[in-house]
Every structure is written in structure tokens, then in C-alpha cells.
Nanobody
Framework: QVSLVESGGGLVQAGGSLRLSCAASGRTNIMHDMGWFRQAPGKEREFVAAIRWIGGDTYYGDSVKGRFTISRDHAKGTLYLRMNSLKPDDTAVYYC??????????????????WGQGTQVTVSS
């Protein structure tokens, strides 16, 4: 079993930056791909970014391309999301997710096996 714990959320003004972290514990050796998703009130869960644990290929949602950067630290078992030029539309609960086997489509939430509890990001205008 894998446990994921997000941190780093908070309140920031538009144009500001935040870095989210996702610490993995447990059987992290079985993790493959990891991603960030977000969900705003009244909206569906949205893909933000993903990274292949092996190889490091990255993927981004259209709304965050050029502003957000996903990265991971194998040694620490930690996933990061650097968020720059934040906008009020980025306000949401951000979730970290991981798979226990390679997946073809990293932008869909259903293939992910493990989820964190989420961290709130609020961007004021």
C-alpha cells in the first residue's frame, strides 16, 4: 500500500507562486506514474500535470502549460508542483495521485490507484 500526503497549499495573490509537495510512503517501490489533479467547487476533477516515474516524461493540462512545472525526487519519494503566475481560476483543491503500474493515458483520473487527501490552493484577485 502507498500513502500520499500533499502540502504547500495556501492563499496567494494573483501572479504569485506556490510549490506543492506530495510525500509518498509505504511500498513506494511499486509506484510508476504520478500526477496532480485539481477540483474546484461545482466542477469536475481536472488533470493538471503528470510525470513518468521512470524516464521522467512530463505532461500538462492546457490551462497550466508554461506556468506549472512537475518534478520528482526519487531519493525522497516526493512529487512536486511548482506553480507560477497563478490566476484566480487556479483556485481548487489539488490532489496528488500515483499508479502501481504503467498507464497509457496519464491525463485521466480513473487509472490512478492511490490518492492524497488534497491541499487547498486559493488565488485572490
Amino acid at each position: 500500500q502507498v500513502s500520499l500526503v500533499e502540502s504547500g497549499g495556501g492563499l496567494v495573490q494573483a501572479g504569485g507562486s506556490l510549490r506543492l509537495s506530495c510525500a509518498a510512503s509505504g511500498r513506494t517501490n511499486i509506484m510508476h506514474d504520478m500526477g496532480w489533479f485539481r477540483q474546484a467547487p461545482g466542477k469536475e476533477r481536472e488533470f493538471v500535470a503528470a510525470i513518468r516515474w521512470i524516464g521522467g516524461d512530463t505532461y500538462y493540462g492546457d490551462s497550466v502549460k508554461g506556468r506549472f512545472t512537475i518534478s520528482r525526487d526519487h531519493a525522497k519519494g516526493t512529487l512536486y508542483l511548482r506553480m507560477n503566475s497563478l490566476k484566480p481560476d487556479d483556485t481548487a483543491v489539488y490532489y496528488c495521485a500515483a499508479t502501481k503500474s504503467p498507464i497509457l493515458v496519464v491525463t485521466k483520473s480513473t487509472p490512478y490507484d492511490y490518492w492524497g487527501q488534497g491541499t487547498q490552493v486559493t488565488v485572490s484577485s
